[in-house]
């Protein structure tokens, strides 16, 4: 059985036309297998406890009856006022025992956001 000359041209075009969409697909995140699906799910819920956490910590700030502490916040390098977040129990959230770094860390920019208005 012979094929018709044009058939070879063909079936290359799609073949490296479907590698080179399939490759700007998946580099684009057009597409994403699932271990990238879940890893961009978890920081995203990551990002939403974050986000639901701080005003509680800058509650907790605002409770703790000592405004001048927020200057003293202000006088601390930005990389250590995560730091002093967490040493004044800012960032422990009630019914933990821990501080969050990350809460701590969204606490300490709203604090600052706070200090400027």
């Known amino acids: 059985m012979q094929f018709p000359t044009w058939i070879k ?5 799609c073949v490296f036309g479907t ?4 490759t ?31 005003p509680i910590c800058v509650a907790q700030y605002k409770g ?3 405004p001048t502490l927020l200057a003293s916040l202000e006088k601390q390098r930005s990389w250590e006022r995560v730091d002093f977040v967490e040493e004044h129990g800012w960032a422990t959230m009630p019914g933990s025992k821990t501080p969050n770094k990350d809460v701590a860390n969204a606490c300490a920019h709203e604090l600052m956001k706070l200090k400027k208005s």
Do not use: N, R, Y
């Open 9 to 13: 041209p063909a079936v290359l075009g």
């Open 24 to 54: 700007v697909a998946f580099k684009a995140d057009l597409i994403v297998t699932a271990d990238t699906a879940s890893t961009m799910a978890e920081h995203e819920a990551d990002s939403a406890v974050v986000a639901s956490l701080t």
């Open 19 to 22: 590698i080179g969409v399939l």
């Open 64 to 66: 703790s009856g000592t």
